[in-house]
């Protein structure tokens, strides 16, 4: 038997508070009264928007088909044919959300297009590394798409049919995507970065009928020509019926594939394919640590209500507001990005490093496109307080009204420096979720205050809560994330797993019937969430539990340490080894001096018990192709697994530096 880490129960005042007039006219301030009056919602707790979102969950969580019906009629879904019921059958897995239902995503997201008095607005706002925003406008934009659906209609793409993307975060990708989903056909994409084997370990298993390329990608000041991992990629994928080329660094196109230009060059209004709600839209990839990485199918209309709940209502977007979120087509935030224009938002794309030609980067991109939510990474944040950025001063960031961070816990030094140096009254939204749902489980609640290193609330329709090992219900401790009732959003399969065992073994083995996250979170009595980490990587000393992102948090602020990662490993005499890897900052030595300082960082500020028993130097930390910390196939290594059995050689950003983990492990044994 197991136990979570433990937690301090203290009780800290809230970093930043709305005021009075943005609790008024947020989004979900008007649904809950809207909800209140129209479905039977518990009417809001007047001047206290604390118990007002507490009684607004609480319901979304209990009348689950009252509240998605409710959403759905919020946020004006076209329901090409009416839906029998909300939902029919709420088991996990295999839920079945409107049935009957027939609707279209790219419909919903080109709406604002035929809105006169928007159609020339920008839809998109495409940024390169010179950081001189192009528009694309909502008339544009839809153009484009009649136009390559019809071409894809020529190519005899028909729904059910996988349409992938090698592309960069341009706007030629989303009207790709969009063009796909208008026809009923399955999206997939993959960065440029990723070499030629973690694309075909992904595509395929899906088979695509087409394949969008581009000739190279500019990054860092450099470019990266693609030709020939894209004749590769021809080579390898039997099923291709088409390969349109997309000239970003001006090299003509290969034999045989067609031009983007020629095939988006008509007038031609884009025609919607009636689809089933659970009607596949795309495809998104886990980091496959192992194995082949999971090929997850979410649905047409899963994915429309998460995100229109998700957007409008947490992230509070809408017309006249700018949403910039840095990410690349290989990582679920480019999804959900794009779905910024279901909402009527503009949508800023940026191809490029996020710290070209200095780390202030991102910043100053939110300066020239007038973002309104700024995303990044809880990585980016903390690069820039340690490089000293003070963006506040340095940039015009007045209309930057919300800054979130996804991909790894943000750090309490992250919140205060966002509160310092960009803006003291400044939201801050940490958020938590995965790929596996394409959304968040908790996060940004514009009506709520914000405390320092936690997520603001359990998002709406979203059953969170923390369950010890038993499969009770805790508050104020940690336990294993659970979602303990259906999201629209969740797979409705994964590709090639016929029996959905795979589905199954992923989420429900631990509880089943309910979906097991693999996180250590704690919900608090105060109903703020915070995240410790992956479980299956949780540090355990003489019993008691820490999450990784704890010990990462406390060294990470000492200077001389860029990055690190440890790993407790259970050892066959019924030992355990837990050792520190560290990437130094550069000019910085592993003397004694510095191994002295990390120990008493983590002896005073985390337990004595999560001392590492070894700091040990390493070139660089591996990670995942969208950039988590690898800790389960590392700790693997440790144990004496094989390369080549503890980790899918195609998700790892650099595969070499696995060979120092591997060869540790052997001088241990010897």
Known sequence: MTTAPQQSADRPEPLWRPGEDRIARAQVTLFHAWAAREHGAPAPVAGDPVASYAALHRWSVDELERFWQAVAEWCDVRFSTPYERVLADRGMPGAVWFPGATLNYAEHALRTAEDPARADEPALLHVDETHE???????????????????????????????????????????????TAAVGGVWTSCAPDFGARSVLDRFQQVEPVVLFTVDGYHYGGKRHERTDVVAELRAELPTLRAVVHIPLLGTAAPEGALEWDEITAADTEPVFERLPFDHPLWVLYSSGTTGLPKAIVQSQGGILLEHLKQLALHCDLGPGDRFFWYTSTGWMMWNFLVSGLLTGTTVVLYDGSPGHPDTAAQWRIAERTGTTLFGTSAAYVMACRKAGIRPGHDFDLSRVACVATTGSPLPPDGFRWIHDEVSPDMWIASVSGGTDVCSCFAGAVPTLPVYVGELQAPCLGTDLQAWDPKGRPVVDEVGELVVTAPLPSMPVRFWNDPDGSRYRDSYFEMFPGVWRHGDWITLTSRGTVVIHGRSDSTLNRQGVRMGSADIYEAVERLPEIRESLVIGVELPDGGYWMPLFVHLAPGAQLDDALLDRIKRTIREQLSPRHVPDEVIQVPAVPHTLTGKRIEVPVKRLLQGTPLEKAVNPGSVDNVGLLDFYEQLARERRG
């Open 133 to 179: 925003p192009q528009a694309v406008t909502w008339a544009e934009l839809r153009r484009q798409v009649g136009s390559l659906a019809a071409a894809l209609r020529r190519l005899g793409v028909r729904p059910g049919d996988r349409v992938s993307g090698y592309l960069p975060n341009v706007p030629h990708a989303v009207v790709a995507l969009l063009a």
